[in-house]
């Protein structure tokens, strides 16, 4: 225990700030609730104020109640240590106001009695302890104050030889009453400053909650919104096509080309569902990337293979220019999601007949991965939010239908890889989409 107040005194000699060697002593918010860290600051200052007042109350004559300030400062001490770091808050604040009151109680008649200044202290400890303890136990220490404090002061008026300690002069009384009230006030003021403090804090951190799940309510609206809708659509198709198929007699190339429809939307809800289960496994355990070296064309040249056909069946010129040499540092799975999708889009919005070109460029420290398209490009106001869960999913130059996921999975997922993702468009003309990881040092 006084290994950790110590540890906690040396960084006064280390920070300028006082307010964060305070604030590590009574604890933060977040790890201790407002009760505990205002009673933990009273404990702090109870224990100054004790050793002040055990010199004091010995340079004016009351010996005696320098012996139980000495007891209130070791009670205080435990009573911190109850509280702060065994973090038993609630035994700590029942224990300690019983046994201050007691011990108040029998200081009442070491300190003078009526006219000493105890009763200045009864008023202060009950002032602390409404603040600090539950609202359960408000009753109960109104009720104990005033059956400790009626009852030393019925007995002193019944045996007025019970008070054993007096002061020595009047002006040590006057400096002991103006003393204890001083420390009164002065603990009360700091009581009610941390009280608004912490509430402002706590305020502050449930506002930053609400914040936090205003945004986790988009995220789960945004994904009921595409399981009732968007995925209904091409889910639909497939059993259209599929009873198309059962129904006709067509002849082959008939049937050949509803396969290939058929095949296309599978590949297009495939996609679609791939994205939707990499963001709600991000959102519910957290993207964790797996870094290491990873040849960039064991990457790219499957995905193009992959979407060989797609490009094919909108006369989609697909040419690479891929140096085979290039490692980055990257998650292999992550690294493949982004291309996919880049990809995609790209294919998803370039017209009949248009052009994508895949390229690997190399930096000092990096290795920028460029997909250019002559497609549609991207408008002005759908720039500054494409990036974002608010982008809204649209269709492409073939009706192909996405989520709207893809590049915000994308940019997520870049940043995860300490690398960046940035594009350039113009209406009419093309996008490019730069991907940069960093090169793999061996």
């Known amino acids: 225990m006084f290994g950790y107040i110590g540890n906690a005194l040396k960084k006064t000699l280390l920070l300028p700030n006082l307010r964060n060697v305070f604030s590590s002593l009574v604890g933060k918010p977040g790890e201790a609730t407002v009760e505990s860290r205002i009673f933990n600051s ?13 010199p004091f109350n010995y340079y004016i004559g009351l010996t005696e109640a320098s012996v139980i300030s000495i007891i209130l400062c070791f009670v205080f001490l435990f009573l911190y240590y109850l509280s702060r ?8 604040i029942t224990a300690g106001g019983i046994l201050i009151n007691i011990l108040l109680g029998i200081n009442y008649f070491f300190n003078a009695g009526v006219i000493g200044s105890s009763l200045l202290l009864f008023i202060l400890i009950y002032s602390l302890l409404s603040i600090t303890s539950p609202r359960r136990q408000q009753l109960f220490w109104f009720m104990l104050n005033l059956v400790v404090v009626f009852s030393v002061l019925i007995i002193e008026y019944n045996y007025p030889e019970s008070v054993v300690g007096n002061y020595s002069s009047r002006s040590n009384q006057i400096t002991d009453v103006a003393s204890t ?17 912490a509430y402002k804090a706590e305020q502050q951190l449930v506002e930053e909650k609400s914040v936090v799940l205003e945004q986790l309510n988009a995220e789960k609206n945004k994904l009921f919104s595409i399981i009732s809708h968007d995925l209904r659509s091409p889910l639909a198709s497939v059993q259209h096509y599929l009873q198309i198929l059962g129904e006709t007699d067509g002849d082959d190339l008939q049937k050949k080309k509803i396969e290939s429809e058929l095949l296309f939307v599978v590949g297009n809800t495939q996609e679609m569902l791939n994205n939707l289960l990499a963001w709600s496994t991000s959102q519910m355990v957290g993207k964790k990337a797996i870094l290491s ?3 960039v064309s064991s990457i790219l040249k499957p995905v193009l293979e992959i979407y060989k056909p797609l490009a094919v069946k909108k006369s989609i010129q697909l040419t690479h220019s891929i140096d085979e040499s290039l490692c980055v540092l990257a998650d292999s799975n992550m690294l493949e999601l982004i291309v996919r999708n880049l990809l995609g889009n790209a294919i998803k919005f370039t017209p009949l007949g248009g052009s994508i070109r895949v390229e690997t460029v190399l930096f000092k420290t990096d290795v920028q991965i460029v997909i250019k398209d002559n497609g549609d490009g991207i408008s002005d106001e759908d720039k500054s939010y494409i990036f974002s869960l608010k982008s809204r999913s649209t269709y492409g130059t073939d009706n192909e239908k996405g989520v709207g996921l893809g590049l915000f999975l994308c940019q ?3 940043e995860e890889q300490n690398g960046k993702l940035w594009f350039e468009s113009e209406q009419g003309i093309g996008t490019s989409f730069y991907l940069s990881l960093p090169i793999a040092v061996f």
């Not at 009273?42 to 055990?54: K, L, P, Q, R, T």
């Not at 770091?85 to 700590?92: L, T």
């Not at 009360?188 to 400053?193: D, G, H, K, S, T």
């Open 42 to 54: 009273i404990c702090v200052v109870g224990i100054a104020a004790m050793f002040y007042n055990i």
């Open 85 to 92: 770091i065994r973090n038993k808050f609630y035994i700590s």
């Open 181 to 197: 009230y001083l420390v009164g006030i002065i603990l009360i003021y700091l009581a009610a400053y941390f009280f608004r403090k």
């Open 293 to 295: 070296s990873v040849s």
């Open 412 to 414: 997520e997922y870049a």
